[in-house]
């Protein structure tokens, strides 16, 4: 599935960030992914009020020497991934 | 952690062997944690906040019944204060809605359920459960869907029951939890004994294996399918827990910390408690988590295999069950020269005269162990 730009993305029923020693990590059940970089900046903003098109603004700010198509593109690839993991739901 | 010691990431809590189920494939070991002998709500308290020290991210409340404790909500609340993960994995039998809010509110992250099949029959049959016992199930799975929290539902398929694989899968979708495991039977512990009628024929695997990889992609974003193969059947064993002493530190109800749920069918291992030490030290020193750590107990063909790392050598515990050495190839491996003790026994089992013999055991011989309670 590709994320539509207008839907605001939240953690799924239990998947939580939680902060150890330092390391974010996305705890879900059964499973642990430890976050850095730009995939934390873009967990943290799956909170239900940030549209899909608000996070790749943001991130294209963030990384602003990365070319802005390229990070869209990683973007939606990235959290097309974390709702297949049933991490994500688009609300 | 000190240097090339692994950090674990889970801690299994078995907080109490007591449970109304009686399944016939329970990986509880087949002597029993008395409820006397039980740790105290503190010791359980004091045990996360040392796993959380250590790296562990996840606390995996089992049993036994984990509801049987009437201070579950506490133990609950005592693994979230110490920032793990709180996962109950429950049969859902000593449960209502109220004491469902409770634990939610206490801070459980998600719930596993577990099912033996889709009617109530095979709960009776194969959970030796009282008459009620799926309706209960599936008032629960009601209640837990109210709740925002992680829920899987859990299948334990074996070959009396694969038939309903359909079925559960159906009953999934009409659920609609967040995740879904078909575990085909391990044979360890009551399982074991009960294995030449559990383990399915080469076909009806074959089978379950097409089933589920379809329903796997059909669910994919909406319901998470995991399964596990029985590796009776595999050419490489699993890396069982993650490998022996690396991810994984288990606790059984008294306290006593071991490498896996099975550990203790090995002779000769001794473990220590954590009423006696802490967790770290345990998991760093003691001679239970040493022994088959890393690669340098290895024997041959495993010691100089390209997959050690991967594979771990596979399963101690089975090591011994089939092949009565803890340290050899797990049988199960194609590169084991015991791998013609488990051919035996799949030979037998995907006999064509099998399906007579097998209800000609049926009718001739006591039926399934069942787990009892302990006292």
């Given amino acids: 599935m590709t994320p539509e730009l207008h839907k605001k993305p939240r953690l799924a029923a239990g998947c939580r960030l939680n902060e150890q020693n330092q390391q974010r990590v996305l705890l879900m059940p059964e499973r642990a992914l430890r976050l850095n970089g730009p995939s934390l900046a873009i967990v943290e903003r799956c909170d239900g009020t940030h549209t899909v098109q608000q996070i790749v603004s943001d991130l294209q700010r963030l990384y602003s020497k990365a070319e802005p198509q390229k990070v869209e593109t990683d973007i939606l690839g990235y959290l097309a991934l974390l709702h297949d993991e049933r991490a994500l739901d688009f609300e | ?375």
């Avoid at chain 2, 009686?22 to 990986?27: F, G, K």
């Avoid at chain 2, 029993?32 to 020290?53: I, N, P």
């Avoid at chain 2, 089992?62 to 793990?84: K, Q, S």
């Avoid at chain 2, 345990?282 to 239970?288: L, N, T, V």
């Fill in chain 2, 1 to 375: 952690m000190s240097a090339g010691t692994p950090t674990p990431l889970a801690l299994v809590a078995e907080l109490t062997h007591r449970c109304p189920l009686h399944c016939v494939y329970c990986s509880n070991p087949l002597e029993m944690a008395r409820r006397d002998g039980e740790l105290s709500t503190e010791t359980w308290k004091r045990v996360f906040r040392e796993a959380a020290a250590m790296g562990v991210l996840q606390a995996d409340l089992t049993g036994g019944e984990p509801l049987a404790r009437t201070d579950l909500t506490e133990i609950i609340r005592g693994a979230r204060v110490a920032g793990l993960y709180a996962s109950l994995i429950t049969s859902g039998m000593p449960l209502d809605e109220h004491r469902l809010e409770e634990i939610v509110g206490a801070g459980l992250d998600h719930l596993q359920l577990s099912f033996q099949g889709t009617h109530e029959d095979s709960s009776i049959e194969f959970g030796g459960a009282r008459p009620g016992t799926y309706e209960q199930k599936l008032r629960v799975a009601r209640w837990v869907k109210k709740h925002r929290i992680g829920f899987t539902l859990n299948f334990v398929i074996h070959r009396k029951n694969l038939d309903q694989l359909e079925a559960m899968i159906a009953l999934t979708e009409e659920i609609g939890p967040g995740r879904v495991e078909f575990a085909h039977v391990q044979y360890y512990g009551w399982a074991f004994s009960n294995r030449d009628r559990l383990l399915p024929s080469r076909a009806q695997l074959d089978r379950s294996l097409e089933i589920l990889k379809r329903a796997q992609g059909r669910l994919q974003g909406q319901i998470r399918v995991e399964y596990v193969v029985p590796d009776y059947y595999a050419k490489y064993p699993k890396p069982c827990m993650g490998g022996w002493g690396r991810k994984v530190i288990l606790v059984t109800p008294n306290g006593d910390a071991l490498p896996c749920h099975a550990a203790r069918v090995i002779p000769g291992l001794s473990f220590e408690n954590v009423q006696n030490h802490p967790l770290r030290e345990i998991w760093e020193e003691s001679e239970a988590f040493r022994k088959y750590r890393g690669d340098d107990w290895m024997i041959e063909p495993c010691k100089s295999c390209d997959r050690r790392a991967i594979d771990f050598g596979g399963c101690r515990c089975q090591a011994h069950l089939l092949a009565g050495r803890a340290e050899v190839a797990d049988p199960v491996c194609s590169l084991s020269p015991e791998r013609p003790v488990v051919d035996s026994i799949l030979a037998a089992i995907n006999d064509p005269g099998a399906a007579a013999s097998d209800s000609q055991v049926l009718q001739g011989r006591p039926e399934w162990v069942y787990r009892p309670n302990p006292s």
